[in-house]
Nanobody
């Protein structure tokens, strides 16, 4: 399913941004969803994931306590609220959909089947 991520931009350290991710076409299916990010010259890093119901979430260590993943299934949209942003959060952020419904949310890129095009987040110091 094609995914569309949006909401990126330039923000000062300590600021906030909210990213959104939704299917770019019609999709009635609800997926387990994840957010990843990739800085220049770095590997793609897990940020957060949320179960299809929204009842379960998991976060990467570097964003725990600062980022919150949520979803609105009525709008078929997943959000990533990013607070207390740091310059090291600068990256392209990607949303992804997991074709399965794992009991334990998965955190590697190989577990996700569909990817959005990415949205740039730049945090200035």
């Amino acid at each position: 399913v094609p995914l569309q991520a949006s909401g990126g931009g330039l923000v000062q350290a300590g600021g906030s941004l909210r990213l959104s991710c939704a299917p770019s076409g019609r999709s009635s299916r609800t997926y387990t969803m994840g957010w990843f990010r990739q800085a220049p010259g770095e590997e793609r890093e897990f940020v957060a994931a949320i179960s299809w119901s929204g009842g379960s979430t998991v976060y990467g260590d570097s964003v725990k306590g600062r980022f919150t993943i949520s979803r609105d299934n009525a709008k078929n949209t997943v959000y990533l609220q990013m607070n207390s942003l740091k310059p090291e959060d600068t990256a392209v952020y990607y949303c992804a959909a997991d074709n399965d419904y794992p009991v334990v949310l998965r955190t590697t890129i190989y577990d996700y089947d569909y990817w959005g095009q990415g949205t740039q987040v730049t945090v200035s110091s």
